[in-house]
């Protein structure tokens, strides 16, 4: 599996597990302050989306 980073510091490995956390971390926090309406839904289903094209992305990097 190549490396992104341009010194080769972080593997893709390890770059897909952060942004995988990221969204884990992201789905918990968004929909808590959905409910406590100081997040609005759209705007956490967009960064959710986000983040979930991010981690597809990298993988289908990684395959290359």
Do not use: C, H
């Not at 992201?26 to 309406?37: E, F, N, P, S």
């Not at 289903?45 to 094209?53: Q, S």
């Amino acid at each position: 599996m190549g490396k992104i980073s341009p010194d080769g510091t972080f593997p893709v490995k390890a770059l897909i597990a952060e942004a995988q956390r990221e969204l884990d971390l992201r789905k918990q926090l968004y929909w808590t302050r959905v409910r406590a309406g100081r997040m609005r839904r759209e705007d956490a289903d967009r960064r959710i989306a986000l983040m979930e094209a991010i981690v597809k992305r990298l993988i289908v990097t990684a395959a290359l």
